[in-house]
């Protein structure tokens, strides 16, 4: 065989070769490369409920406690309850405490108490503020605060003005509002002493004592 021959006989070998590599795949079959291994399904993130409103104090616990914990009657703790409770419904906390005030044109007052929530255990807290105003006098009290629109212990702690125009004798009751955001906290005092007069200020509720009530 001369070397045109073989030449010619590579050349359609070749070709036969190309056109065999050429040939579509069969049916249901691609020429894509393989996929690696599918990858797990996402677990979506599960959604938590919210946590629950905190729960209410009926207007007979607090009438009681009030009584228990201030010395007076049921009447009398009753008469100061209505009135806050007509005003805001029920509270969602109370604080059982004591304080002492005094003044002349300028005023000071320093308080410590257990914060109550139900289901949840008590809290020490204490508080301090200035007030300014026609007020004169002196006077220690024991104080049952309700608490409105509090949902857990820690929101108590911040700053909360207040107007009081009440009038301090002995064994006298008086009630006042203070209010931050929606937080509103209404103050019951039964006082051993003497203050007469009206004042602004705000009380600053904390976790431990501070002298400095400014």
């Known amino acids: 065989?001369?070397?045109?021959?073989?030449?010619?006989?590579?050349?359609?070998t070749l070709g036969a070769a190309g056109a065999a590599s050429a040939q579509?795949?069969?049916s249901g079959q691609t020429n894509m490369p393989i996929a690696g291994p599918t990858p797990p399904p996402v677990t979506p993130t599960p959604a938590y409920a919210a946590n629950p409103p905190a729960e209410t104090f009926s207007?007979?616990?607090?009438?009681?406690?009030?009584?228990?914990?201030?010395?007076?009657?049921?009447?009398?703790?009753?008469?100061?309850?209505?009135?806050?409770f007509k005003d805001n419904g029920r509270p969602t906390?109370?604080?059982?405490?004591?304080?002492?005030s005094g003044a002349v044109a300028l005023g000071l007052r320093y308080g410590r108490g257990l914060l109550y929530m139900k289901?949840?255990?008590?809290?020490?807290?204490?508080?301090?503020?200035?007030?300014?105003?026609?007020?004169?006098?002196?006077?220690?009290?024991?104080?049952?605060?309700?608490?409105?629109?509090?949902?857990?212990?820690?929101?108590?702690?911040?700053?909360f003005p207040g107007v009081d125009g009440s009038a301090y004798f002995i064994g006298g009751l008086g009630v006042n509002y203070q209010r931050a955001n929606d937080i509103i906290l209404a103050p019951i005092r039964a006082g051993v002493g003497m203050r007469l007069g009206a004042n602004v200020g705000y009380l600053s509720y904390?976790?431990?004592?501070?002298?400095?009530?400014f």
């Open 24 to 26: 579509p795949a069969p």
């Open 93 to 100: 906390a109370y604080i059982a405490g004591e304080e002492a």
């Open 59 to 84: 207007r007979e616990e607090i009438v009681n406690n009030v009584s228990d914990f201030l010395g007076v009657t049921a009447e009398t703790a009753g008469g100061a309850v209505e009135r806050v």
């Open 206 to 213: 904390s976790r431990q004592r501070h002298w400095w009530p």
């Open 119 to 159: 289901g949840k255990p008590p809290v020490e807290i204490w508080w301090q503020g200035p007030s300014v105003g026609w007020d004169v006098g002196g006077n220690a009290s024991r104080v049952f605060t309700l608490c409105y629109n509090l949902q857990y212990p820690d929101a108590i702690f911040q700053r």
């Open 1 to 12: 065989m001369d070397r045109r021959t073989l030449i010619l006989s590579g050349i359609a």
